[in-house]
């Protein structure tokens, strides 16, 4: 059974940071791309960042020199660094799993990050 387990969401104010914390199980991790998305209330949910099975990472053009996704394979876990954040980045986070061919994907339930100005 294939898990995605979000946390560290929160209210922070405006240039604060957060951690976004996923750990996963029923997969094999190693192997699988990891990817942290974005949903802010009446928009559609956006990619933030992305990470390869080789641990090399690609963001969206918004939180680049803000935002630090890294994974671990051992404990198998990915990690969204956030900082300096803004009132925009509000929203409810997703930790989303899928293989390199893309044929099936897997999201989590998702962390409320609010960022006051």
């Known amino acids: 059974q294939v898990q995605l387990v979000e946390s560290g969401g929160g209210v922070v104010q405006a240039g604060g940071s957060l951690n976004l914390s996923c750990a996963a199980s029923?997969?094999?991790?190693?192997?699988?791309?990891m990817s942290w998305y974005r949903q802010a209330p009446g928009n559609e949910r956006e990619l933030v960042a992305r990470?390869?099975?080789?641990?090399?990472?690609n963001y969206q053009e918004s939180v680049k020199g803000r935002f630090t996704m890294s994974r671990d394979n051992v404990k198998q876990t990915t990690v969204l660094q956030m900082n300096s954040l803004k009132p925009e980045d509000t929203g409810e986070y997703y930790c989303?799993?899928?293989?390199?061919?893309?044929?099936?994907?897997?999201w989590g339930q998702g962390t409320q990050v609010t960022v006051s100005s």
């Open positions: 989303h799993s899928m293989p390199q061919d893309r044929t099936v994907g897997y």
């Open positions: 990470i390869t099975s080789s641990g090399r990472a």
């Open positions: 029923g997969f094999p991790f190693s192997s699988y791309y």
